[in-house]
């Protein structure tokens, strides 16, 4: 028997939607995931564990991390935010870090490229082994797409350590 054929839109006030059609064209199942977390199924609503995030993870050639030397701020990555008009106000804001010596405290924090805000920022980090930190306190949010920079800064003869970050809406 053929399967069913799916076909997609994408509406910004909306959010996404998928149709699944059956083989034959007479019945047609609509799946719209909406922009608050819901899913809706045939004119049903589902709450989806009721957490949306995004995730991002940095590499830096054959390392699972990007790294960060100098006692002062430095930059280890960017990333794109689409603005809480697209996605939504974050509620949480977490990465996984760690250090290159557990005597050697490390700081990251999240930097709003087009004005300077700090968002979030951990700070006197000493962990040598990958482990998840809550970012604390999330301010300066803005509502339209802007670039962030993570940057991170350690002792001296230390190095600041980030594999991933995950923003929770």
Known sequence: MPAEIASFEFNASTGPKI???SPDGNTTKEF???NDG???IGGSLFKLNGTNSISISFTDKSKPYVSQNGTSYGTMAYMIFSGTDVVG?????EIISFG???NKSYNIR???TDNGQTIAETSSLNNTEIAIHDMGIISNIPSTSTIF???GKCEN???SRISSLNIKF
Do not use: D
């Open 19 to 21: 149709f699944m059609t």
């Open 32 to 34: 719209y995931l909406n």
């Open 38 to 40: 819901t899913l809706s």
């Open 89 to 93: 106000m974050p509620t949480a804001i």
């Open 100 to 102: 290159s010596s557990s």
């Open 110 to 112: 999240l930097v709003r």
């Open 149 to 151: 920079e993570i940057q």
């Open 157 to 159: 003869g230390g190095q």
